[in-house]
């Protein structure tokens, strides 16, 4: 029961840094997905419960403060952890290169979907620009932010699920 009400606060934190501090941090018009990073790392750790609650609150959180519909985060998040815990079945360890290939991923998956929302609405977005200038540096950004998150998430997943040892 603690270690859920410490992923649904680690999650509610995630969101609150990226709409107030990550939200300033750009590079060209891209800008960084802490949740999506954090949920790489939370679906990554093979001592943490695997849940696809954890993608559909974080993509209710994200929803609710962005323009786009809050449905196009939860199904976005939702492939992102989909992929993260086949990846997390399928490897006997799991390492940080899982880690940033989810990352990798993930983030053009996201970026993927909000541009092509954005498309079918009839926004005016050139493609070349949308790579250039938003999807590759967000993915760059994402790339950055990756191990600092992974390391206070592995830190996060020691202190509320310990390994048992074994005698």
Not at 17 to 30: D, K, N, P, Y
Not at 57 to 84: D, I, K, Q, R
Not at 147 to 163: C, I, K, R
């Amino acid at each position: 029961m603690m270690a859920s009400l410490s992923g649904l606060v680690v999650l509610a934190l995630a969101t609150a840094l990226q709409s107030a501090v990550f939200s300033q941090i750009r590079l060209l018009q891209g800008a960084a997905d802490i949740v999506l990073l954090t949920l790489a790392a939370w679906y990554m750790h093979e001592e943490t419960p695997a849940s696809w609650v954890w993608a559909g609150l974080a993509g209710l959180m994200v929803g609710t403060l962005s323009a786009l519909p809050w449905w196009l985060f939860v199904m976005a998040y939702g492939v992102v952890a989909g992929f993260a815990m086949m990846l997390r079945r399928r490897l006997w360890r799991t390492s940080i290169f899982s880690y940033l290939t989810v990352v990798l991923l993930g983030s053009l998956w996201v970026q993927g979907v909000t541009f092509a929302y954005l498309r079918l609405r009839g926004t005016p977005l050139d493609v070349r620009s949308a790579l250039n200038l938003v999807m590759f540096p967000s993915l760059l950004l994402n790339l950055l932010f990756a191990l600092p998150v992974y390391s206070l998430m592995d830190e996060w997943t020691a202190w509320f699920f310990p390994e048992e040892d074994v005698p």
